[in-house]
């Protein structure tokens, strides 16, 4: 059967697509082992940001995303209270959600670069880019251990 040059054209670009799409989402060989990155300060509500990351196999195979209260160390996902107070305010998501949907993101791509943002947690979404960003030269260096990071 004859195929057109376009159709040819058409399967060769669907074909690559999908390689295309993920060459973004590609990891460079991290060191195994485990890695921390948090907020070098408390921010004005109270809250330390942290990022604890686990490489096996040269890949992030567990991710965890919280903060911790400056007041009596919960975290900020379980705060039930703290959670409520976020979905009253109308912005679509709280802490137990949109740190599920960045680590997810993150665990996908395996750069900061690659992540995407969540509507209604931009700052904590810029802050978790700038703290797994600070541990991925780390990690391809195998500099395990925790790290201070200036968020925004």
């Known amino acids: 059967m004859f195929m057109s040059r376009w159709k040819w054209a058409g399967l ?3 074909s690559l697509l999908p390689v295309l799409l993920m060459a973004g989402c590609s ?3 991290y060191r195994d082992g485990s890695y921390r990155a948090e907020a070098a300060d408390f921010d004005q509500s109270g809250w330390k940001d942290y990022v604890q990351l686990t490489v096996s196999d040269g ?3 567990e991710i965890e995303y919280d903060a911790i209260s400056k007041e009596d160390g919960r975290k ?5 209270e703290y ?4 979905r009253d305010a109308g912005l679509g998501t709280d802490p137990a ?7 997810d993101s993150y665990l996908e791509c395996q750069k900061s670069s690659g992540v995407d943002s969540v509507s209604g947690a931009t700052v904590s979404t810029g802050r ?4 797994v960003g600070a541990l ?14 200036t968020v925004k």
């Open 128 to 131: 978790f880019k700038d703290l």
């Open 83 to 86: 959670q409520q107070q976020y």
């Open 59 to 61: 890949k992030v195979t």
């Open 27 to 29: 990891s460079a060989g």
């Open 136 to 149: 991925e030269n780390r990690m391809e260096q195998g500099e395990t251990g925790t790290v201070a990071v």
């Open 76 to 80: 900020k996902t379980e705060d039930l």
């Open 97 to 103: 959600d949109y740190t599920a949907k960045l680590e």
């Open 12 to 14: 060769a670009v669907c």
